[in-house]
């Protein structure tokens, strides 16, 4: 495209928001109560009992490939999300892969000679900033490989070892590095999984190939400590998890979780509530072992909907939909510094990420935000059974605040429109006429791509660029009134947009 300046640039991206906001109305960037007629009301009473809120969502995060943690602004993305959002575990593929030298080399005698000074120092930063690694054992060294088979642009060997032993002495010599220099508590804390979805072409031996595999690292590991966390089979598609219980009780082999995968785009046609059938039938199957979704988000195959509002209400009615059924999930990934299929340099791709290359957070991240902001007793809450709005209460009783978020979801062509929303609390000591804070998160709120689209995608940011990109993210406080009478206090009603997500706070 012809070269425009930067200020004419910039100056259009406002004027053209202005015109959207305008032409967009309900939506508009200051709150306005709308007429309640034909509204939803959803009631939240805190006088009925709560139950735990667990904050199972933000346990673990994915991220591009082990290389990638020595990048500056791979750094400066985690270390944003640790703090906005509470993440706690990173799982990366390739810890093993040449690009890091793990196993720099295999001398005649077959003796192996190590280099951990690149793990070292990815481990190292992620301890300094409060986070662990959750340890995915791949792919394999190509001086220990059976194959030249390959799997993404950064070639990660997918074959089966040459010799088992030879990739045990890999994995011990690695384990035993770590406890050296971290110490046996903190490693104990962390996961170790055998290998990434060995049922795709991520593994090109068989089944019995990988369970081999698996026989020999997880036995391994045991052998060093035996309170290391080891599990597997970290499938794609919750897939093989009877073969797998089945092979290791035969086998009397440790396992201390069962992993898996799935996205809401395996199952065809798509179905709204796939989430919840989907981690319900992995836990009847993998019982008695935990089950942990070591990857998931909202879809690998539409057009791509990550950078749009429509991920971020997948998240809050995925989130509360499958509350308590698994042990943990990883959203897949926390930002597009990633390159399995090279490296993308568009600013808005649909690239897995939370964040984008610019470190511009997208509607999910925004909702992670505020997830990692609630308390954690879930309230009792009644409404209607309607077919894409649903509402969720969190309280915190020390700090005297509760968070309600409504959502507005549902799956790609499918019935869903604008709704209006009333809320009521009952049973809170608030003794006047008040007001909550609403924030929202939809098509003009927190919608850095429809931003960077109203400029004209350029396919390179300055960095005015990037910074209104990121005003344009933030969250925005709006007041928002409630009227009180004897027994309860209702909010202004309000409008939530398809695939919108609004979130009241409220101070008692
Ligand atoms: C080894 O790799 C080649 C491709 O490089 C492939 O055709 C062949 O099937 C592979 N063999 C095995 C046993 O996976
Ligand atoms: C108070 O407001 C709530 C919510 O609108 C309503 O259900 C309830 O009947 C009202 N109570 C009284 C005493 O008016």
Redesign the pocket.
């Known amino acids: 495209m012809r070269r425009i300046s930067l200020m004419t640039l910039v100056s259009l991206a406002f004027v053209l928001l202005a015109v959207a906001a305008a032409l967009s109305a309900p939506s508009t960037r200051s709150f306005e109560s709308v007429d309640a007629a034909g509204s939803l009301n959803f009631?939240v009473d805190a006088n009925k009992p709560t139950i735990q809120w667990k904050h199972y969502w933000k346990e673990c995060v994915g991220s591009g490939h082990a290389l990638l943690a020595l990048r500056e602004d791979y750094r400066a993305h985690l270390e944003m999300a640790r703090r906005d959002l509470g993440v706690k575990f990173v799982r990366f593929h390739g810890i093993y892969d040449d690009d890091l030298s793990t196993l720099l080399s295999v001398d005649a005698s077959g003796k192996q000679t190590y280099s951990f000074f690149n793990l070292d120092s990815i481990y190292d930063f992620l301890l300094s900033i409060g986070m662990k690694p959750y340890v995915e054992l791949s792919f394999m060294p190509e001086a220990l490989a059976s194959n030249s088979t390959y799997v993404f642009h950064y070639k990660g060997n997918t074959s089966p070892p040459k010799d088992y032993e030879k990739w045990t002495d890999l994995v011990t010599a690695h384990i035993r590095h770590t406890i050296e220099r971290y110490g046996i508590d903190e490693v104990r804390s962390w996961y170790f999984e055998v290998w990434n979805e060995p049922n795709l072409d991520f593994w090109t031996g068989t089944q019995a190939d990988y369970f081999k595999l698996y026989s020999y690292t997880s036995r391994a590991i045991k052998q060093i400590d035996s309170r290391l966390r080891v599990g597997g089979p970290a499938t794609a598609q919750s897939q093989w998890i009877p073969a797998f219980k089945s092979f290791v009780l035969a086998n009397n082999l440790p396992l201390d979780f069962i992993s898996t995968h799935e996205y809401p785009t395996d199952v065809q046609p798509l179905q709204r509530d796939i989430m919840k059938k989907v981690f319900t039938k992995a836990r009847e199957e993998a019982s008695p072992f935990p089950v942990i979704y070591s990857e998931y988000n909202s879809g690998l195959f539409y057009p791509g909907k990550h950078d749009d509002p429509y991920a971020s209400a997948f998240v809050m009615y995925n989130v509360q939909e499958v509350q308590d059924i698994v042990e943990f999930m990883s959203y897949w990934t926390f930002s597009d510094i990633f390159e399995e299929g090279g490296f993308d340099s568009l600013p808005f791709h649909q690239g897995f990420g939370l964040m984008t290359i610019h470190q511009v957070p997208k509607p999910a991240y925004r909702a992670f935000e505020i997830l990692h902001r609630t308390g954690r007793e879930r309230m009792a809450v009644s409404g209607p059974d309607h077919p894409t709005v649903g509402t969720f209460a969190i309280l915190n009783q020390e700090k005297k605040e509760v968070i309600i978020i409504a959502y507005n979801h549902n799956i790609p062509n499918n019935p869903i429109k604008t709704e209006t929303v009333t809320i009521?609390v009952?049973g809170l000591p608030l003794s006047a006429n008040g007001y909550g804070t609403l924030e929202r998160i939809d098509d003009t709120h927190c919608n850095a791509a429809a931003a960077w689209k109203a400029v004209g995608s350029p396919a390179y940011l300055d960095r005015e660029l990037v910074h209104l990109l990121r005003r344009e993210s933030e969250l925005q406080q709006e007041k928002i009134s409630y009227t009180r009478?004897?027994?309860?206090i209702?909010f202004d009603s309000f409008y939530l947009p398809a695939q919108g997500v609004a979130a009241i706070t409220l101070r008692f």
């Open positions: 009631v009521t009952s009478n004897s027994s309860a209702t």
